[in-house]
């Protein structure tokens, strides 16, 4: 996953525009490395490219507060999506679940 983000640093800093699969991978690299900070900036950084985040891009930032074991920022993030206008998906619920359910947080369940 590091590797992931120093390249697609590497094509920011040559110039290049990354587009939404690039935004979406480097996003997920972030998750993977629970580095839930990077990702919210990364989403940030795509919606001020002027590139719409669809729920694909949400769930990988979702997936980023899963593993990062933080269910409270995974609720938090859920509300702006829904609140955005993107439809939450099965997947997205899912990690919500699962990051509340992996921390035992069975009250924020019925949330």
């Not at 983000?5 to 699969?21: I, S, Y």
Request: aromatic share 8%; with cysteine.
């Amino acid at each position: 996953p590091r590797l992931t983000l120093e390249w697609f640093d590497k094509m920011v800093d040559a110039g290049v525009q990354p587009d939404k699969l690039c935004f979406s991978i480097a996003i997920q690299a972030c998750g993977r490395l629970s580095d839930t900070k990077s990702a919210v900036r990364l989403y940030t950084q795509m919606q001020n490219s002027d590139i719409a985040p669809d729920t694909v891009a949400n769930n990988l930032v979702l997936q980023a507060f899963h593993y990062a074991r933080d269910p409270h920022g995974a609720a938090s993030w859920f509300g702006k999506m829904a609140n955005s206008g993107l439809s939450p998906n099965a997947a997205s619920f899912d990690l919500v679940l699962r990051t509340l359910a992996e921390v035992g947080d069975v009250e924020g369940m019925d949330a």
